[in-house]
């Protein structure tokens, strides 16, 4: 009853933004993992591959590896769960979801439209009114003129009004798209698979815990002692300060 859980972000707390974890980092995270106290794991929005790319061997010192917000799940390297958005959706459900929000995109007077509105993901829907195949410019275009003109705000609440009964979360986030998924499917979703009771305390570490961050909802969870850091160092100076003996 006296293990901690530590549960961390992996981009821009474990790392740098888009970066790879430093050796620094990786060593401590070797002593936590062999602290027989701690029980290590980290939770972020991406797949496991990408996490992979980003913390290379670091990946060997976590006891639990959640991608997709712990839509997928591994515990000492061997994956013990995965699901997706159809455990939410009926096929029905969803059809009327993509149809809608293509009939409504396809009747936006933008600037510029290019390719790939929609993308279907493990655990969400990204819809992107300009289309994800944009060029870099196109892109800087499209986020000046959705800041002026409230594109994907205005076509959110269109969602909201349209579909009530659909339990859905909505987030703007980057500067051409946004994200859909059901209300939960945050970083709070990998604490499902814990038995919490087991542990004395429980603490997360995360860089993005501001009102609509993707670690917002998991810092502020009553479960969880949240930590906000805001760079890799920051947490490697509060898990010496807080963890290492
Ligand atoms: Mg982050």
Redesign the pocket.
Known sequence: MDKKLLLF?????LTPSRGVASSEMCDILKSLYNDENLVIGFV?GSNLPKQHEQLGDCMNYFNYWFPENGLVAYKNGVEFFTSDLMSFFTEDSLKELINFSLHYMADLDIPVKRGTFFEYRTGLINICPVGRDCSQKEREDFFKFDCEHKVRENMIVELRKKFPDLDLHYSIGGQISFDVFPKGWDKTFCLNHFDLGEFSEVHFF???TELGG??YEIFCDSRVVGHSVKSPQDTIDILKLEFLK
């Open positions: 972000d992996v981009d821009g707390t972020g995360g860089d993005k993707n670690d």
